[in-house]
């Protein structure tokens, strides 16, 4: 199982960019995708997941600003991430695993991840 991310760039204060995840290697059904994303110096944080049959779940930092989507016949997932903030500034990760877990928010939950993609935002 491989996960590619990709989206990330400089962007301004206030902008949006939309990062995807592209799933290979399995089938896409019942498989949970998430992303994670580390700041500098910062641990790792949630934040959103989604999975067939589930609402998606955010992190709180992130709620009303973000968006995860999936579509299945690409097996791809992508985060739309709108009034970007300095703070969101990190490297972004996908992560995967087969069955939904309620402790989606926990990376140590998921076996797959994909490198990251570094978003910067500028003021």
């Known amino acids: 199982v491989q996960l590619q991310a990709s989206g990330g760039g400089l962007v301004q204060s206030g902008g949006s960019l939309r990062l995807s995840c592209a799933v290979s290697?399995?089938?896409?059904?019942?498989?949970?995708i998430a992303w994670f994303r580390q700041a500098p110096g910062k641990e790792r944080e949630f934040v959103s997941a989604i999975s067939s049959g589930k609402p998606a779940y955010y992190g709180n930092s992130v709620k009303g600003r973000f968006t995860i989507s999936k579509d299945t016949a690409k097996k791809e997932v992508y985060l739309q991430m709108n009034s970007l903030k300095r703070e969101d500034t990190a490297v972004y990760h996908c992560?995967?695993?087969?069955?939904?877990?309620?402790?989606?928010?926990?990376?140590?939950?998921?076996?797959?991840w994909g490198q990251g993609t570094l978003v910067t935002v500028s003021s």
């Open positions: 290697g399995t089938t896409f059904s019942n498989f949970a």
């Open positions: 992560a995967g695993r087969h069955g939904w877990t309620i402790r989606f928010g926990a990376e140590n939950e998921y076996v797959y």
